[in-house]
């Protein structure tokens, strides 16, 4: 399931009278102000034409000061050398091969400098964009050089090029330009981005595609949508249309969604939770809902005996599968309701037959939601798709277990039954941290969370610390534990408006992609890495 900004970079620029001076320098060589149009929210795909009279900018600007460049998040190594560093001036353009794959991360540096694009070759001034098959570090590892009033980005991958692009335009903002020398920059972890609730609480596809941006100018590449729970269901469906509700988004809405996100190197994993969390599905078939031996319904929860339960959602997942076309798709899991009570054998009789009849004798209700999640990832396979789950489906002590291939989506430890990460860890599952201890944002702040704090990610928070606030033993590397998400549900829908989530957010999405690009402890304090991300963002 932070406080905002509340800051520009330019009313931090007007502080002083050298700021004031720098904002007004850059204004002139081509840098845009906060208030000024980005043209780069043209999110077409299509490069720009070059500047048919692009001249080389004049020698003799001021040299950078040499040093790290400051960026969110920190540059990982950087090797300075002596000499004038860049800075964007007039004339100077980004050069790629227009008709090349690179063309639109040129266009769009172009656009945010306010400079042209040119073919090779490159001429003192510009920044030459490459791919370079076979450089170390992977596909978004970079390496920056900035020599003789000249940049050149290369990377194996064009989402490294990008990241070296996002690196330029912060270097810019907070100093001017990029000092003379090398970075060489990679994230430690895979997965880095957010989770949205968009079920309980509508967000359109304006506000979902600004916070793309903002997640991209931070270098964080998944989104992950939990579209359907039991108070809506907001994709538009072709299949089921009785259970979408009156505010969802259209799928013409998505896919230009997903071509934004695509061009800013962003994975967008989409959710649909079962069996419970599943309300919305049943209001418009009650006879799907499961109820206990009293007669009592549960709510949100589907009855896994009952083969249309099954049949609907995998209608659902064949659907939506082809819609994204990112590799994960989530099963949620989680918070199946049969399994609070107490006993759940003897309280729901009809689901414990099924289980010992499939199963065995000695099988229980656990074991027959297993075997549902199992069923369902191999539905997924069939798509194409690597199924991820909430840590609350995967139980231990049945006749059967999860597949091991279905990543654990770890976020609390404070459910009933809810096991200790590290034996996720030791049973050699792939475990994403989502831990609510930190990265919980739960609109109205029910059930003693309370919105987390970019200060205590940024301070206290690394993708070892799973589970409360300790790390498990001995730290989790990136193969076991591939990066994690900042998560926004909205249980109480209008505690905030979408703003205000989006200005809630801002900090801790910010510490997020520093912990999360470099798992070390920052060495930035951290007033001066929100003065920092005020100044870039």
Same mark, same amino acid.
């Given at each position: 399931m932070g406080p905002p900004f509340g800051i520009t970079r330019a009313s931090v620029a007007r502080g002083t009278v050298a700021g004031a001076a720098l904002l007004a320098t850059m204004t002139i060589m081509g840098c845009p102000r906060d208030g000024a149009p980005h043209a780069a929210r043209d999110d077409s795909r299509s490069p720009q034409a070059s500047p048919?009279?692009?001249?080389?900018?004049?020698?003799?600007?001021?040299?950078?000061?040499?040093?790290?460049? =400051?960026?969110? !998040?920190?540059? *990982?190594?950087? /090797?300075?050398? &002596? $000499? @004038?560093?860049? =800075?964007?001036? !007039?004339?100077? *353009?980004?050069? /790629?091969?227009? &008709? $090349? @794959?690179l063309a639109d991360e040129a266009r769009r540096l172009a656009d945010e400098l306010k400079l042209g694009t040119a073919p090779a070759p490159a001429h003192p001034g510009d920044i030459e964009l490459a791919l370079r098959p076979g450089q170390s570090g992977g596909p978004e590892a970079y390496e920056l050089t900035t020599r003789d009033r000249q940049v050149l980005i290369t990377s194996e991958g064009e989402a490294g090029v990008f990241y070296g692009t996002r690196t330029v335009l912060q270097a810019v903002r907070s100093g001017g330009g990029l000092p003379e020398g090398v970075v060489h920059d990679?994230?430690?972890?895979?997965?880095?981005?957010?989770?949205?609730?968009?079920?309980?609480?509508?967000?359109?596809?304006?506000?979902?595609?600004?916070?793309?941006?903002?997640?991209?100018?931070l270098k964080l590449n998944q989104l992950a949508l939990h579209f359907s729970d039991d108070q809506g269901f907001r994709i538009e469906s072709d299949t089921h249309p009785e259970i979408v509700s009156p505010d969802h988004l259209t799928k013409d809405e998505v896919r230009h969604i997903l071509a934004l996100a695509d061009s800013l190197h962003i994975t967008v994993v989409p959710e649909l939770d079962s069996p419970g969390h599943l309300g919305a599905v049943i209001n418009a078939h009650p006879d799907l809902q499961?109820?206990?031996?009293?007669?009592?319904?549960?709510?949100?929860?589907?009855?896994?005996?009952?083969?249309?339960?099954?049949?609907?959602?995998?209608?659902?997942?064949?659907?939506?599968?082809?819609l994204f076309p990112g590799p994960y798709f989530h099963l949620g899991a989680d918070e199946y309701r049969a399994l609070t009570y107490k006993d759940p054998e003897s309280s729901f009789p009809a689901l414990t037959e099924l289980a010992r009849r499939r199963y065995g004798p000695k099988a229980r209700v656990q074991d027959l939601a297993t075997g549902w999640l199992n069923d369902r990832a191999a539905v997924l396979r069939t798509l194409g798709?690597?199924?991820?789950?909430?840590?609350?489906?995967?139980?231990?002590?049945?006749?059967?277990?999860?597949?091991?291939?279905?990543?654990?989506?770890?976020?609390?430890?404070?459910?009933?039954?809810?096991?200790?990460?590290?034996?996720?860890?030791?049973?050699?599952?792939?475990?994403?941290?989502l831990n609510d201890e930190y990265l919980y944002y739960v609109l109205g702040q029910p059930n003693q969370f309370t919105y987390p704090t970019g200060q205590r990610i940024y301070e206290e928070w690394s993708p070892s610390v799973l589970r409360a606030t300790k790390p498990v033993e001995g730290g989790a590397t990136a193969v076991r534990v591939p990066g994690g998400r900042l998560a926004?549900?909205?249980?109480?829908?209008?505690?905030?408006?979408?703003?205000?989530?989006?200005?809630?957010?801002?900090?801790?999405?910010?510490?997020?992609?520093?912990?999360?690009?470099?798992?070390?402890?920052?060495?930035?304090?951290?007033?001066?890495?929100?003065?920092?991300?005020q100044r870039v963002h």
């Open positions: 048919s009279s692009a001249t080389h900018p004049a020698p003799g600007q001021a040299p950078v000061v040499q040093g790290t460049p =400051r960026t969110v !998040p920190a540059l *990982r190594s950087t /090797t300075p050398a &002596a $000499g @004038p560093g860049w =800075r964007p001036a !007039p004339g100077a *353009r980004v050069v /790629t091969d227009p &008709a $090349g @794959p990679a994230p430690d972890r895979a997965q880095r981005g957010l989770n949205l609730d968009t079920a309980r609480k509508h967000f359109t596809a304006a506000w979902i595609e600004d916070r793309l941006r903002e997640m991209a100018d499961l109820r206990d031996a009293t007669g009592t319904a549960l709510r949100g929860a589907v009855d896994i005996a009952n083969p249309d339960s099954a049949d609907i959602v995998d209608d659902l997942l064949r659907e939506y599968a082809p798709k690597k199924p991820k789950a909430w840590n609350d489906g995967f139980f231990t002590g049945g006749v059967i277990s999860a597949d091991k291939d279905i990543e654990v989506e770890y976020w609390t430890g404070k459910e009933l039954g809810a096991r200790d990460p590290q034996e996720y860890l030791n049973e050699g599952r792939t475990v994403v941290n926004v549900w909205c249980d109480r829908a209008d505690a905030q408006s979408p703003q205000q989530v989006a200005d809630g957010i801002r900090l801790p999405l910010a510490a997020l992609s520093q912990r999360l690009w470099d798992a070390g402890r920052p060495s930035l304090p951290w007033k001066d890495f929100v003065s920092l991300s």
